[in-house]
């Protein structure tokens, strides 16, 4: 199965960084692909992206209304958008 990583976050941390990392799983799962999104919400980090896990995805999608440290994705395809897109255009995204 193809394979996209990404991170969600908001500067609340609380809604639509859960909301936004759930629409594009959905979206994924719904074209083909095995969507595994970090998020970096109230509580903290969540289902945090591994090495393993950046290398093997075909593309990163950042859906965040913060600053999201992208290092560890160099020379992946990336889409960067805001939380709220990430919500009303999953589908797009993906």
Do not use: W
């Amino acid at each position: 199965m193809k394979k996209i990583v990404g991170v969600a976050s908001c500067p609340a941390g609380i809604a639509h960084t859960y909301l936004a990392a759930e629409s594009l799983e959905k979206a994924g799962k719904k074209h083909g692909y095995e969507v595994k999104m970090e998020t970096d919400g109230a509580g903290g980090v969540s289902n945090k992206l591994t090495k393993e896990d950046i290398a093997e995805a075909e593309a990163v999608i950042v859906a965040a209304d913060t600053t999201v440290p992208m290092e560890r994705f160099r020379g992946k395809p990336m889409l960067s958008i805001s939380t709220g897109d990430a919500i009303r255009k999953a589908e797009q995204c993906i």
